[in-house]
């Protein structure tokens, strides 16, 4: 099976005008656009991106605004969660391939229902990783309850400079523990080093927690999720049911919400880090998924 290093994928830059992406790309032919999450970069899609450009993908995929080498604008305003998906559309748009076939895990992942909801005419199908459709998850961060337990760093994330000491401190502690999570094996010490420069880049830190602090503030569809749209694509989840940050329960989406919901995968020995635990698994169901 072909790797990362085998296939040299091809960086490039684009220009959306608020900012520029930075982008690797590889294989040729229907455009599919993958989105990490946090803390990740890129390089979170490193085993899936051979898999799906050898299944006969152009695989596009973007440093989201604020992460590694894509532009960091200022002010939390500037990562709402309406720009990140219009990030999306734009990135779409400039590659030539709408509609696109578009992946998500994590904050990835909620970038992506977002811009299937906002933007439907730019996604073919969608398939997300371990982030609920977003009115469940403000549906569970309004009330009581376990989940909300779960969701602690989101609310010490909304404080201003001390989550950036805090994720900072001890070479980077805070952002690796987040990976200790995974299998044993599932991100070694070179994995760790690229993430590591990734997080060093001047700003990148305030940019990435910006994320959580913009969608604390303004959370998609008001502060119920009611003003959603339904999703109009086929949609495919994913769910590693070890995630200690997000219940299980979570995975499926009300019917009216994602009419086109095609399956929910449950993959009960994976965390979190579903991708990256059950690399070849994850990979094949988006490329039966998406040949559909």
Known sequence: MATLEDLSPRDGYADLGE?????????????????HGFPDFWYGWRFQIPALAGAGFRVVVPDMRGYNLSSRPE???????????????????????SPAFVAGHDW??????LTAI?????????????????????????????????SWYMFFFQLPWLPERFVAAGDWRGLRQPFEDARPGAFTLADIARYQEAWSQPGAVTAMLNYYRAAMRRPPGGATGRSLAPVQ????????????????????????????????????????????DEPDRVSELLIDFFRA
């Open 233 to 276: 694509a086929p949609t495919l989840i994913i769910w590693g049911e070890r995630d200690r940050h997000l219940g299980a329960e979570l995975a499926e989406p009300r019917p009216g919400d994602v009419p086109h919901l095609e399956r929910v995968v449950r993959l009960p020995d994976a965390s979190h880090w579903v991708q990256h």
């Open 19 to 35: 900012v520029r992406l930075h982008y690797v790309e590889a294989g040729e032919g229907p455009l599919l656009v993958l989105l």
């Open 108 to 113: 990835g992942a909620a970038v992506a229902w």
């Open 75 to 97: 002010g939390v305003s500037a990562y709402a969660p309406a720009k990140l998906a219009g990030d999306v559309r734009d990135l779409i748009a400039e590659r030539g391939g």
């Open 118 to 150: 906002r933007h439907p005419e730019a996604v073919r199908r969608l398939a997300v990783l371990n982030v609920p459709h977003p009115r469940r998850m403000v549906e569970a961060l309004r009330r009581p309850g376990r989940q909300l337990l779960r």
